[in-house]
């Protein structure tokens, strides 16, 4: 007589955890928390824009209008490249350090995930360009035409955009040293294209097709629209959608490729 075998229960993929609030102020919580313990990292992402700043001031002293026409775009450049680094070695240190896994074991969701660190890190990305606009506009004695706070919202843009970024890019390292070796890849190509050292008119209609494709061209041209004009034109305007968009669009990328371990 052969006793029956009792099906095993079917097994349910877990249900996707819808965004909330309270989830991802935590997480930005627990972030600002760890930074807040890591003066290394403060001082990269707060010191090094505002003395490179500094130095490119006086590297330029017997021109200052070079000094004008670069230091605007390097404003919204230097917060991208800064919270990209800082963005991907922290997400990455978070997953080999088992960190993630056990997070995401919680009811906590990917996009609650990616939304704390953004938000963490966006917080950080007000004060960055915050201190490197103030220092760059009164105190080095930049000469913008439009506002200065047209600047700051395309820095703080182009600081979202490298944390956008850095999260992406996380997923694909296996090592801290490998998140850095993403560098060339994601932000070399862009700061060569943007527009930084010749007009992009100016470049192979190839290199100018794929500039025109690349979110860091469209940050300097946002600043370049505030260095010549007084008032908000509709170039910039559509610039600073462009980059807030890529940086939405990365961000979503990012929670979807999210790994909870490095392989």
């Known amino acids: 007589m052969t006793t029956p075998t009792t099906a095993p229960a079917p097994v349910h993929p877990a249900p996707t955890r819808p965004l909330t609030l309270s989830r991802t102020t935590a997480t930005a919580t627990r972030v600002l928390r760890q930074l807040a313990h890591d003066p290394r990292t403060i001082a990269l992402l707060l010191v090094i824009p505002c003395l490179m700043l500094f130095l490119l001031r006086y590297v330029f002293d017997g021109s200052p209008r070079t000094f004008d026409n670069i230091g605007a775009s390097l404003l919204g450049i230097f917060p991208l ?99 850095v070796q993403f560098m060339p890849a994601v932000i070399f190509p862009q700061l060569l294209l943007c527009g930084l050292f010749t007009p992009r008119d100016d470049m192979h209609p190839a290199l100018e097709a794929i500039s025109d494709a690349l979110p860091m061209s469209y940050a300097v041209d946002g600043m370049t629209e505030v260095l010549r004009h007084t008032d908000m034109t509709t170039a910039f305007v559509r610039d600073a959608l462009i980059v807030a968009g890529c940086a939405l669009l990365v961000l979503a990328l990012g929670a979807a490729t999210l790994r909870r371990r490095t392989a």
């Open 81 to 179: 490249i800064t919270m990209f680094l800082v963005t991907s070695i922290a997400t990455l240190r978070e997953r080999t350090s088992g960190t993630l896994e056990r997070l995401l074991a919680m009811p906590l969701g990917k996009g609650d995930l990616i939304a704390g660190y953004a938000l963490a890190f966006g917080t950080l990305a007000i004060v960055q360009s915050a201190l490197a606009t103030g220092l760059a506009v009164w105190f080095l004695g930049l000469d913008v035409t439009g506002s200065p706070w047209l600047l700051l919202l395309v820095a703080l843009l182009d600081a979202l955009l490298g944390t956008a970024l850095g999260l992406f890019v996380s997923a694909y390292a296996a090592s801290e040293f490998q998140a």
